[in-house]
């Protein structure tokens, strides 16, 4: 057996990876292996995320704020999309393949500059669609380039290194080009609106299915490890969830400009915060990465669905955004659509919640059907009251109680049963 060296020379500990960076072969990670965790690479590459979606919540908000319904939603869903595919993209490969050499880490450079790109482009894609003649996602394409060139070249690399998936990584090194060459195709076209939107549905399912069938070949797909990808995915649900935070200092910062201190700025801050720590509470109850680990083919329903987690947190944030301008008066909806804007994403959080963690067990429990109407009753609670006459502040604080029904059900009854659901899972 051979013996894995540092920079130096020396011998490294067995199992431990090397100190230095030099060109290391890409042959897949184990995918059991022991306490495997993000790296900081992994951490910096997330950072840039915070932007993209920083960006997207505040075009998001001023097109609601308008009263601009269909290009602000539009927008969003397909921002969001974009956000989360182009982080989908890197973190699956790096769960299966970060040797952390010097390419990698370039092309992990690389892939953050495009994501910033992406970024830089939303302001121009949510004009163009509450113009409503053509779609100017131009900028967000060329970050795609941008970030396509360094995966197309680490599956390339993959494909040289790893003979026993060889044409897996080849797959997706043709999807992901292919497609690319899609979206180029689709800007220079220019057609309008209407087919541009048709087309664009293509892409979206054809990018969807390209690691669906890369997966399913004939290979068994990659080493992808079931606790680190777990870990990944609630690294980026605290990241989107920054995104309520923010709106909620927007929106305090409102208060104050407008109030001073009061028992509203209080109502808003404690709300905004217990909003933002509920969802991140009943988010981790969720045992993916055991559930995962034994059954690796329910990976892609429980990834994929985690869309509308992404989407429910953003929205929410982006809501609070339109509760700042609402509460600065310059809002041209009333106080109950602005509302609105916070209520819907966390009943989408919801629903996904749940249903992610009914199909991830493929269990019914009677149980969690209470919880879920019990959180979704709070919700109306919060726009009934406002609806009649309650202040944004009690609003908030109402809307921040939804995920603690959930809270209170786990802590109390329903850690019991998912333990049991567990037993049943694994006895099968």
């Known amino acids: 057996m051979s013996e894995t060296t540092t920079g130096d020379g020396q011998a490294a500990a067995p199992g431990r990876p090397p100190l230095d960076h030099r ?18 690479l992994e951490l910096l590459f997330d950072l840039t995320f915070v932007v993209a979606f920083s960006a997207a919540g505040a075009q998001t908000a001023h097109l609601l704020e ?9 927008g969003f869903l397909f921002a969001v999309f974009a956000i989360w595919w182009a982080w989908i993209n890197y973190s699956w490969l790096a769960s299966a393949y970060d040797n952390d050499d010097i390419f990698f880490r370039v092309a992990t450079m690389v892939e953050m500059l495009g994501v910033l790109v992406l970024a830089l482009g939303l302001p121009a894609l949510f004009h163009s669609l509450d113009e409503g003649e053509y779609v100017d996602n131009g900028v967000v394409v060329a970050g795609y380039v941008v970030m396509r060139v360094a995966t197309i070249a680490l599956w390339l690399r993959v494909a040289k290194h790893d003979a026993a998936r060889r044409r897996t990584a080849l797959t997706y090194a043709v999807a992901v080009a292919v497609i690319q060459l899609g979206w180029i195709v689709l800007i220079f076209v220019n057609l309008p609106l209407g087919p541009t939107l048709a087309l664009t549905a293509v892409l979206v399912a054809l990018e969807l299915l390209g690691p669906y069938v890369a997966e399913h070949g004939r290979e068994g797909g990659t080493p992808w ?4 990808i777990a870990e990944r995915y609630g690294l980026l649900v605290i990241i989107t969830l920054g995104e309520i935070i923010l709106g909620t200092i927007l929106a305090i910062s409102a208060v104050i400009d407008a109030q001073d201190w009061s028992l509203e700025t209080i109502a808003v801050a404690f709300g905004g915060t217990a909003l933002a720590f509920g969802l991140w509470w009943v988010y981790f109850t969720m045992p993916s990465g055991k559930v995962l680990h034994r059954f690796r083919e329910r990976g892609f329903v429980w990834g994929y669905l985690h869309y509308f987690i992404f989407v429910g947190l953003a929205g929410a944030g982006a809501g609070l955004h339109v509760a700042a301008y609402e509460i600065e008066g310059v809002a041209h909806i009333g106080i109950v659509q602005a ?13 996904a919640l749940f249903t992610i963690y009914s199909l991830l067990l493929r269990q019914f429990d009677p149980f969690h ?3 879920f109407i019990g959180s979704i009753a709070v ?3 919060a726009v009934v009251a406002v609806a ?3 202040s944004f502040g009690v609003g908030i604080l109402i809307t921040a109680a939804s995920p603690f029904v959930v809270v209170v059900g786990y802590e109390t009854v329903g850690h019991r049963h998912q333990a049991a659901a567990l037993e049943r899972a694994f006895a099968s």
Not at 66 to 74: C, R, S, T
Not at 225 to 228: E, F, M, N, P, Y
């Open 339 to 351: 509302l609105l804007t916070v209520v819907v994403p966390v009943g989408i959080f919801m629903v």
């Open 369 to 371: 059907i209470w919880l």
């Open 225 to 228: 490890h079931a606790h680190h």
């Open 379 to 381: 919700l109306v609670l």
């Open 388 to 390: 009649a006459g309650a």
């Open 66 to 74: 308008l009263g601009h319904w269909m290009p602000a939603i539009g």
């Open 23 to 40: 060109l290391r072969r890409m042959t897949g990670r184990d995918p059991n292996e022991a306490h495997r965790s993000a790296t900081p």
